[in-house]
């Protein structure tokens, strides 16, 4: 029974460190996207209306607060919840996402986990949950993440790319100065 559990359990965690994963590509993406469509619009607005100092020191720390925000939501926390220094998702929130994922897993993986969880262990709970863990031991949590996904996020990318060949063969490269 423990060693099929241990199977579940290992399968859950290994589920988990790639959901952090993927919210890190995923983050990584929007971090450079979102961050350098935040810096063009800042150049451009100094550049075409020539601020005064007090204005462009309030646009740089409104740039360095917003990009620092982008930081801390997209990349830090993330890192943190996979390094496990911060609380993140337990086996109960990713049984339910898996449960979403694998139809022929639905509520079972759940209800393994909240067996695990009761303190009252008799012969008839752990051959219940011997039972569930077997059922659900050939399914492969982790297919439940897929990484190619964050391919959709990576035509965001495009856009920054283009704002920078425009710029280059328009002849404005001074607004990066």
Same mark, same amino acid.
């Given at each position: 029974?423990?060693?099929?559990?241990?199977?579940?359990?290992?399968?859950?965690?290994?589920?988990?460190?790639?959901?952090?994963?993927?919210?890190?590509?995923?983050?990584?993406?929007?971090?450079?996207?979102?961050?350098?469509?935040?810096?063009?619009?800042?150049?451009?607005?100094?550049?075409? +209306?020539?601020?005064? $100092?007090?204005?462009?020191? =309030?646009? &740089?720390?409104?740039?360095?607060?917003?990009?620092?925000? #982008? /930081? *801390?939501?997209?990349?830090?926390?993330?890192?943190?919840?996979?390094?496990?220094?911060?609380?993140?998702?337990?086996?109960?929130?990713?049984?339910?996402?898996?449960?979403?994922?694998?139809?022929?897993?639905?509520?079972?993986?759940?209800?393994?986990?909240?067996?695990?969880?009761?303190?009252?262990?008799?012969?008839?709970?752990?051959?219940?949950?011997?039972?569930?863990?077997?059922? +659900?031991?050939?399914? $492969?949590?982790?297919?439940? =993440?897929? &990484?190619?996904?964050?391919?959709?996020?990576?035509?965001? #990318? /495009? *856009?920054?790319?283009?704002?920078?060949?425009?710029?280059?063969?328009?002849?404005?490269?001074?607004?990066?100065?």
């Amino acid at each position: 029974c423990m060693s099929k559990t241990l199977i579940i359990q290992n399968k859950l965690k290994v589920f988990i460190r790639k959901y952090y994963i993927d919210l890190l590509i995923k983050g990584g993406i929007l971090f450079f996207v979102l961050g350098f469509l935040y810096f063009f619009f800042t150049l451009f607005i100094e550049y075409t +209306l020539w601020l005064k $100092p007090l204005y462009r020191t =309030i646009l &740089f720390w409104l740039f360095i607060l917003i990009e620092s925000a #982008l /930081l *801390l939501f997209y990349i830090i926390i993330p890192t943190l919840k996979l390094l496990g220094l911060r609380k993140g998702i337990d086996a109960t929130q990713a049984s339910k996402i898996i449960g979403k994922h694998f139809s022929q897993v639905n509520d079972k993986l759940l209800n393994l986990v909240q067996l695990q969880q009761n303190h009252e262990q008799t012969e008839l709970l752990l051959a219940c949950i011997e039972q569930k863990a077997n059922d +659900l031991k050939s399914i $492969p949590f982790s297919n439940a =993440i897929n &990484f190619k996904q964050n391919l959709r996020y990576s035509k965001y #990318l /495009l *856009l920054p790319l283009f704002l920078i060949i425009l710029t280059l063969l328009t002849g404005k490269i001074d607004l990066f100065k």
